[in-house]
Nanobody, 125 residues
Framework: QVQLVESGGGLVQPGGSLRLSCAAS????????IAWFRQAPGKGREGVSC????????VYADSVKGRFTIARDNAKNTVYLEMNSLKPEDTGVYYC??????????????????WGQGTQVTVSS
C-alpha cells in the first residue's frame, strides 16, 4: 500500500517562499505519478502540479505556472513542491497524492487513490 507523508507547510508573508516535501513508499510499480493538490476553506480540491516517475514530465495549473516548481529525488523517494512569490490565494491545505494510471496533461483528483494527510499553507501579512 502506498504511503505518503507531507511536510513543510507553515505561515509565510505574501511574496515569500516555502518548500513542501512528500515522502513516498510502498509502490509496487516503477511507473506512477505523484501530484500536489490544495484545498482552500469552502472550496473544492484543486490540482496544482504533478510529476511522472518514468520520464520526469511535469504539469502545472495555470494559477501556479512560473511560481511553483515540482521536483523529485528518487534516491530519497521524495517529491518536492517549491513555491515562490506566494499569494494569499495560495492559502490552503496541500496534499500529495499518487496514482499508477492518470490521464496525461491533466491533474484530476479522481485519478488518484493514495493520499497524504495534508499540510497547511497560510499566506498572510
Amino acid at each position: 500500500q502506498v504511503q505518503l507523508v507531507e511536510s513543510g507547510g507553515g505561515l509565510v508573508q505574501p511574496g515569500g517562499s516555502l518548500r513542501l516535501s512528500c515522502a513516498a513508499s510502498g509502490f509496487t510499480s516503477d511507473v506512477y505519478t505523484i501530484a500536489w493538490f490544495r484545498q482552500a476553506p469552502g472550496k473544492g480540491r484543486e490540482g496544482v502540479s504533478c510529476i511522472d516517475s518514468s520520464d520526469g514530465s511535469t504539469v502545472y495549473a495555470d494559477s501556479v505556472k512560473g511560481r511553483f516548481t515540482i521536483a523529485r529525488d528518487n534516491a530519497k523517494n521524495t517529491v518536492y513542491l517549491e513555491m515562490n512569490s506566494l499569494k494569499p490565494e495560495d492559502t490552503g491545505v496541500y496534499y500529495c497524492a499518487a496514482s499508477y494510471n492518470v490521464v496525461a496533461g491533466v491533474i484530476v483528483a479522481a485519478d488518484y487513490d493514495s493520499w497524504g494527510q495534508g499540510t497547511q499553507v497560510t499566506v498572510s501579512s
